[in-house]
């Protein structure tokens, strides 16, 4: 099992561009979340899905969109990105109990 | 409020030592309890669940406290290879809450 995988690695981006950050997992866990991760803050939930169709709202979500079309994959697209938006992002999967990350993506906006 | 606390450190030890990291949770409706080990750069690990009755794996041994809602994780013998940010994580409803972690480098 690849578990869970993420691309790109890194990214730099102009304020205004958009682009869709991939996350895929071949576990076959119904649930899947993201993160993003800044120096003093700890990781925070942007958005969280428990099975394919169903997506939900976490503590920082907005500039974020995200769908759930399959149980494998859990894109995050920055509609608008903003410098505030630089940081690392995780993206996690579960069954039961705790979570599985991907390596994560760094992401700079200029 | 936050709704998971840990203390910062950093904790400098010396190989060998016992090391003992806590952290506090407010929700009093909070269902499953983990840690995770963080290394430099890298993604967050599972370490272990968190129960109320203890659980132990090998040097590493964790513990819950629902009535004053505090979680902590015991190292025993630390070693060079345990250095690593260690985050204390909550699961509430569907939401996962992770503490901002406790550094800890121990020295040879």
């Known amino acids: 099992n690849a578990g869970v995988t993420q691309t790109p690695k890194f990214q730099v981006l102009k304020t205004g561009q958009s682009m869709t950050l991939q996350c895929a997992q071949d576990?076959?866990?119904?649930?899947m979340s993201w993160y993003r991760q800044d120096p003093g803050m700890g990781l925070r939930l942007i958005h969280y899905?428990?099975?394919?169709?169903?997506?939900d709202q976490g503590e920082v979500p907005n500039g974020y969109n995200v769908s759930r079309s399959t149980t494998e994959d859990f894109p995050l697209r920055l509609l608008s990105a903003a410098p505030s938006q630089t940081s690392v992002y995780f993206c996690?999967?579960?069954?039961?109990?705790?979570?599985?990350f991907g390596p994560g993506t760094r992401l700079t906006v200029l | 409020r936050k709704e998971v606390e840990q203390d910062p450190g950093p904790f400098n030890v010396p190989e060998g030592a016992t090391v003992a990291f806590n952290c506090t949770y407010s929700?009093?409706?909070?269902?499953?309890f983990f840690w995770y080990r963080q290394d430099c750069r890298k993604e967050p690990k599972l370490l272990m669940s968190?129960?109320?009755s203890g659980n132990e794996d090998g040097r590493f041994t964790a513990q819950l406290n629902r009535a004053s809602q505090y979680i902590s994780l015991l190292i025993r013998d630390s070693k060079l290879s345990d250095s690593a940010t260690y985050l204390c994580?909550?699961?509430?409803?569907?939401?996962?809450?992770f503490g901002t972690g406790t550094s800890l480098t121990v020295i040879p």
């Open positions: 968190v129960y109320s």
């Open positions: 994580v909550v699961l509430t409803g569907n939401q996962f809450y």
């Open positions: 996690a999967s579960s069954r039961e109990g705790g979570e599985f």
């Open positions: 929700n009093s409706a909070s269902q499953s």
């Open positions: 576990m076959n866990h119904e649930y």
């Open positions: 899905s428990v099975g394919a169709g169903i997506t």
